[in-house]
Structure formats: structure tokens, C-alpha cells
């Protein structure tokens, strides 16, 4: 499991902005990937599973993060 900041995982996913990643969260399709430290409350993602589930619930479309090339 390989956790990190939402912030970080939109920009290693592609996208522009965390937003989107955070819309998801609080509609509810990604909170099992979700980890809450406990002493500072930071949420955190498990970036390879979350890979996963977006690749099944996002629509592709030309332009997608996902025909992007990582950096």
C-alpha cells in the first residue's frame, strides 16, 4: 500500500487539479481508499488502488489523465 496526500495523487494521476479527486471522495465512490491518520486527520490514498477504481467509474474520452504519460 503506497499512501499519499490527495494533492499528491491528482498530480501523479494527471490531473490539473485536486478537485475533481475530492468530488468523488465526498460522493462517496472512493472512500475505501481513504485513510485517515490519527493524530493529524490528514486524509490519505493508497495511489496503485485508486489507479484501479478510476480507471472503472471515470469515463474515457480523448484527452483522458489515463492517455496521459505519467511524469
Known amino acids: 500500500m503506497h499512501l499519499m496526500t490527495i494533492s499528491e495523487a491528482a498530480r501523479r494521476l ?3 487539479s485536486r478537485s475533481q479527486l475530492y468530488r468523488l471522495i465526498n460522493d462517496g465512490y472512493l472512500h475505501q481508499h481513504v485513510h485517515i491518520q490519527q493524530h493529524t ?3 490519505l490514498v493508497d495511489i496503485e488502488l485508486l489507479r484501479q477504481k478510476l480507471l ?3 469515463q474515457w474520452r480523448p ?9
Do not use: A, E
Open 41 to 43: 486527520g490528514q486524509r
Open 63 to 71: 484527452g483522458s489523465v489515463f492517455l496521459r504519460r505519467p511524469r
Open 56 to 58: 472503472c467509474i471515470c
Open 14 to 16: 494527471g490531473y490539473k
